[in-house]
């Protein structure tokens, strides 16, 4: 079954960008959107974007200013980027693979996060 | 965005218990919420989607209903393995979450 495994340096200073990539095993990339999310040390989940496999991108407006996510298909990867992170912004970061419903009736589109990987711990430290 | 909003925070509750944990959207979402489960130093796993739908492979002790703005999950006959931290989902353009609820061992 698809497994999905987030990779990046586990410290990141502040004001610099965080850059962390999900590898995609065991089906493709290919057809699906895919999400990165982040939960603070003992607090709720944070959606922060999704990629579809073409390269359309959707992100948190509240970190829209900061944040890009893109594609490797030929490496069955997606990557998050963050930049001039604070110490706010530590968290153990999510990467899934978006389910997505959608009404006829509206045309609208909807998403679960049904694959998730393990998730990786970036702190925001000097 | 749409604010999710659960209760209780937190509850304690028996093996054998039915638990039920409640959702409220800030506007109405239809059908579009989800449920997650998660354990500690685990990824959320998704239990419920489309508000009443289970996920392929969860027990079917796990049970959601609503539209609108109010939605519950309820587990008819708690497991030991079900203690955990639940989380709804609105699952429109903007995904948003609500805070958890913890169940914990009474």
């Known amino acids: 079954q698809v497994q999905l495994q987030e990779s990046g340096p586990g410290l990141v200073k502040p004001s610099e960008t965080l850059s962390l990539t999900c590898t995609v095993s065991?089906?493709?990339?290919?057809?699906?959107?895919w999400s990165w999310i982040r939960q603070p040390p003992g607090k709720g989940l944070e959606w922060i974007g999704y990629?579809?496999?073409?390269?359309?991108?959707n992100y948190n407006p509240s970190l829209k200013s900061r944040v890009t996510i893109s594609v490797d298909t030929s490496k069955n990867q997606f990557s998050l980027k963050l930049s001039s992170v604070t110490a706010a912004d530590t968290a153990v970061y999510y990467c899934?693979?978006?389910?997505?419903?959608?009404?006829?009736?509206?045309?609208?589109?909807?998403?679960?996060?049904?694959?998730w990987g393990k998730g990786t711990t970036v702190t925001v430290s000097s | 965005d749409i604010q999710m909003t659960q209760s209780p925070s937190s509850v304690s509750a028996s093996v054998g218990d039915r638990v039920t944990i409640t959702c409220q959207a800030s506007?109405?979402?239809?059908?579009?919420l989800a449920w997650y489960q998660q354990k500690p130093g685990k990824a959320p796993k998704l239990l419920i989607y489309?508000?009443?739908s289970l996920q392929s492979g969860v027990p079917s002790r796990f049970s959601g209903s609503g539209s609108g703005t109010d939605f519950t999950l309820t587990i008819s006959s708690l497991q030991p393995e079900d203690f955990a931290t639940y989380y709804c989902?609105?699952?429109?353009?903007?995904?948003?979450f609500g805070q958890g609820t913890r169940l914990e061992i009474k």
């Open positions: 899934a693979r978006d389910w997505v419903d959608y009404d006829i009736l509206t045309g609208y589109h909807y998403y679960y996060m049904d694959v």
């Open positions: 065991g089906g493709s990339i290919s057809s699906y959107y």
């Open positions: 990629i579809y496999y073409s390269g359309s991108t």
């Open positions: 506007q109405g979402i239809s059908s579009w």
């Open positions: 489309a508000a009443s």
């Open positions: 989902q609105q699952a429109n353009s903007f995904p948003t």
